[in-house]
């Protein structure tokens, strides 16, 4: 790598939980030379162009598979069934996640319900199932997405934001919980990616692309690091989140 601190990414087959996501597929990518890599969607048989991108990008081999990240009752059989097809798992990116109508969720619980189902509940299934499985085989990496939504709740998107705080949460407890055991869990901490998932929507301060935060998960992969926050400066804006009064913060935008 010629990084300091460097080491190889864990050997086996490259996972990607939501196939259709950018960040996730700039990542396959970047870990695709000479790997198998799945990438797992519903719609699975649409993902042509995805899997062509990563096999392009020099994988051994590319596979697409069905994943309804919702249904969580099928989590363990489709991730034991990937392992069992396509061998034991080196590098699973969790990158499935919605954004939500905040005004709509205020009105609808039910779409409320909806948001934080898919961007908290479904990802401790997920996650619990993965961890179980990797510590099994002694090896295994995982990059799970928090946000800069999640650090401190704001009043324009509360819905979305406080289902990445506990995600955060989650995925730093199971970190610590996973430490020693031969499984390394990455969380990202990222801004404001400009991509499909915000398209239409004003870019913030220190937008980034989805190819961005793809080179700072690799590069944490690879330093085995805990935590990746990405553009770095949000490191000082978190701190000046946290200390901002209140009657200011709820009047901040999305």
């Known amino acids: 790598m010629g990084l300091r601190g460097a080491r190889e990414l864990d050997a086996g087959t490259v996972l990607v939980l939501g196939g259709r996501s950018e960040i996730g597929l700039e990542i ?21 162009a995805e899997s062509a991108a990563v096999e392009a990008a020099g994988a051994a081999a590319v596979h697409c598979v069905e994943f309804d990240a919702d249904d969580t009752a099928s989590h363990p059989a489709l991730l034991e069934k990937v392992a069992a097809e396509h061998g034991p798992l080196g590098v699973v990116v969790v990158a499935f996640g919605i954004l939500g109508d905040q005004a709509r969720a205020e009105r609808d619980p039910a779409h409320a319900l909806a948001v934080v189902h898919t961007d908290f509940s479904a990802q401790v299934s997920v996650l619990t199932v993965l961890a179980n499985m990797l510590r099994e085989q002694d090896s295994g990496q995982i990059v799970v997405f928090s946000s800069i939504a999640g650090v401190r709740v704001r009043r324009a998107n509360y819905v979305y934001g406080s289902a990445k705080a506990a995600l955060d949460g989650f995925a730093n407890g199971l970190g610590d919980a996973l430490h020693g055991t031969g499984v390394h869990l990455l969380l990202v901490r990222s801004g404001f990616v400009i991509g499909r998932m915000t398209e ?41 989140f946290r200390l901002m009064p209140r009657p200011i913060w709820r009047r901040m935008p999305r």
């Open 200 to 240: 239409g929507m004003e870019s913030a301060p220190f937008s980034i692309t989805p190819g961005e935060v793809a080179d700072a998960v690799v590069a944490g992969l690879h330093r085995r690091a805990g935590r990746v926050v990405v553009p770095g400066i949000l490191r000082l804006v978190f701190v000046a």
């Open 28 to 48: 396959a990518r970047r870990v695709a030379p000479g790997r198998t890599v799945v990438l797992a969607a519903r719609r699975s048989g649409e993902l042509a």
